[in-house]
Structures are given as structure tokens and as C-alpha cells.
């Protein structure tokens, strides 16, 4: 009987052995990312990049624009005069950047040669937004000093009016009129009298 027992327990040994033996073992395997989830790293990826490319694309337009803001302020500075003039408080500044126009006989119309420097000038006002100006109007010595006095400020008015329609405002400029009496050229013939009849500038302020 005893026998019997232990033959039983021996064989129920047996199978569970290759029960276990049978039973492969189970492999974990990781879930790959989806479509979707794949999809949407992806996406923040190129957003962080180019995010990264536009900080440095603004970084370094903003360090272009202060080298040329830096580079035309020395421009400028290196184009003004200072000059003292009767009539006008404190310092004022002539530019070689600011050029000068002439006008025919008796007239105070822009001539169209005249309006290009008025172009290039309104330029210059345009990259100094900070500068204001003086028109001074100028005529040569023949008539009146009163009719001069008024010719003089009508070209110095048309000049300044002539500006305001280039988008020059109103604010950033101011006329004067000396007439005939600070002529460019002494001489009493017709090229001192075309080179007197004309619209200066000076910078009242940078």
C-alpha cells in the first residue's frame, strides 16, 4: 500500500514538472506609440524649434538695427555745423545731409529738379525722427526789403508745405524769412542772384 502511495506522489510529481515545463514563459512587450501620439511629438519637436529659430532670427534683427541706428547717428553728427544765427535762440545745426533748392525769378513755386532734393531731404527728416528743421527763405537783392521779406517767407512756406505732402509733419518744422538780406553770393550779377534765391535748412533740433 505504501508502495502504491509513493508511485502515485511520484507520478503527480512527474506531471506537474511538465506542466511547468510546458507553459512558455510569458514575454512582456512594450506598446509602441501610435500613430496619433507619434504624430503629435513630432509636432511640439518642430514647434520648439522653430520657435528657437524665430527668438534668434529677432534677437539678431534687433542687434542690426541698433548697429545702424548707432552708424546713422554718426552719420549725422559728423554732417552737422553748428552756427549761431541772429534771430534764432541758442545753437542751430547746418547738414550736409539737408540740401538747399533754388527758385526762378519772382517765384515761389518747387521747381521739379527742386522737388527730388525735397524727396531726399524728406528722406533724411524720416530716418531722424527726432530732428526738427528751419526753412529759412532767401531772395536775391533786387526789389523791396519788404517785397523780399514776403517772397522769402512764401518760399519758405511753400518749401515746408511741399514736405508735409512727403508725410513730414507739421510740428517738426518752422519758416523764417530773411529776405535779401543774408545773401550766399555778394556779387551783384545773375549767377550770385539765382544762388541767393533759395530755401535753406537748419536743425533746431537732433
Not at 551783384?188 to 544762388?195: C, P, Q, R
Amino acid at each position: 500500500m505504501k508502495r502504491k502511495s509513493y508511485i502515485v506522489s511520484i507520478i503527480f510529481i512527474l506531471c506537474i514538472g511538465l506542466i511547468l515545463m510546458g507553459c512558455p514563459k510569458k514575454t512582456v512587450v512594450k506598446d509602441e506609440p501610435s500613430a496619433k501620439e507619434a504624430a503629435r511629438i513630432e509636432a511640439e519637436r518642430k514647434a520648439k524649434e522653430e520657435k528657437e529659430a524665430r527668438r534668434i532670427a529677432e534677437e539678431k534683427a534687433k542687434e542690426e538695427a541698433k548697429l545702424k541706428e548707432e552708424a546713422a547717428k554718426r552719420e549725422l553728427e559728423r554732417s552737422l555745423q553748428a552756427k549761431q544765427t541772429p534771430g534764432i535762440e541758442g545753437v542751430v545745426y547746418e547738414s550736409s545731409l539737408l540740401k538747399p533748392i533754388r527758385f526762378d525769378f519772382d517765384k515761389y513755386d518747387i521747381r521739379p529738379s527742386d522737388a527730388e532734393i525735397l524727396k531726399a531731404n524728406a528722406a533724411v527728416l524720416k530716418k531722424y525722427p527726432g530732428l526738427k528743421i528751419q526753412i529759412e527763405g532767401h531772395c536775391d537783392e533786387r526789389g523791396t526789403n519788404e517785397y523780399n521779406l514776403a517772397l522769402g517767407e512764401r518760399r519758405a512756406s511753400s518749401t515746408k508745405k511741399y514736405l508735409n505732402s512727403l508725410g513730414i509733419g507739421t510740428d517738426r518744422i518752422s519758416t523764417i524769412s530773411y529776405g535779401e538780406e543774408k545773401p550766399l553770393d555778394p556779387a551783384h550779377n545773375e549767377d550770385a542772384w539765382a544762388k541767393n534765391r533759395r530755401a535753406n535748412f537748419l536743425i533746431t533740433a537732433k
